[in-house]
């Protein structure tokens, strides 16, 4: 799979470096990606992991030491624990990186919910250490077929 930024936003926020320039509010650049994902079901839940690649190039302010073209390694691995009635709870570890300079790694303890054709996940990102964030949320909707 892959994507581009089609243009920048513009905006009225002065950029701190430069005096008489604006700072953009989102990034340029291309990604291509790809991956393997693995599932099994155990007694305790269920086992899924993901192991992907992108690959960025002509992306602005993105990496660390500001290269505009590199590689990441994106991991990923959850267990979907047994259900509390409707709701499933979960954990998931995830990486992405380039074991060098960029480098996330974070926690997110999370709650699952189904209904019909519709799910629903809510959780914390807890950033463990790295150049990823610190603490967050996640909230994500998705209709399968």
Same mark, same amino acid.
């Given at each position: 799979?892959?994507?581009?930024?089609? #243009?920048?936003?513009?905006?009225?926020?002065? !950029?701190? %470096?430069? /005096?008489?320039? $604006?700072? &953009?509010?989102?990034?340029?650049?291309?990604?291509?990606?790809?991956?393997?994902?693995?599932?099994?079901?155990?007694?305790?839940?269920?086992?899924?992991?993901?192991?992907?690649?992108?690959?960025?190039?002509?992306?602005?302010?993105?990496?660390?030491? #500001?290269?505009?073209?590199?590689?990441?390694? !994106?991991? %990923?691995? /959850?267990?979907? $624990?047994? &259900?509390?009635?409707?709701?499933?709870?979960?954990?998931?570890?995830?990486?992405?990186?380039?074991?060098?300079?960029?480098?996330?790694?974070?926690?997110?303890?999370?709650?699952?919910?189904?209904?019909?054709?519709?799910?629903?996940?809510?959780?914390?990102?807890?950033?463990?250490?790295?150049?990823?964030?610190?603490?967050? /949320?996640?909230?994500?909707?998705?209709?399968?077929?």
């Amino acid at each position: 799979s892959g994507g581009r930024v089609p #243009g920048r936003l513009e905006t009225t926020k002065r !950029d701190l %470096k430069i /005096a008489d320039e $604006f700072d &953009p509010m989102n990034h340029t650049g291309i990604v291509f990606s790809g991956g393997v994902k693995f599932d099994r079901q155990h007694s305790f839940g269920q086992l899924l992991a993901n192991l992907g690649l992108r690959y960025y190039t002509d992306s602005d302010d993105l990496h660390p030491n #500001g290269d505009d073209t590199f590689p990441v390694l !994106d991991a %990923k691995l /959850a267990v979907v $624990f047994s &259900p509390w009635g409707a709701l499933h709870p979960a954990v998931e570890v995830t990486y992405l990186g380039d074991f060098s300079d960029l480098n996330q790694f974070s926690v997110l303890p999370e709650l699952l919910y189904t209904y019909k054709s519709l799910d629903l996940k809510a959780g914390a990102e807890i950033g463990m250490g790295g150049t990823g964030n610190e603490l967050g /949320a996640v909230l994500q909707a998705g209709i399968h077929f």
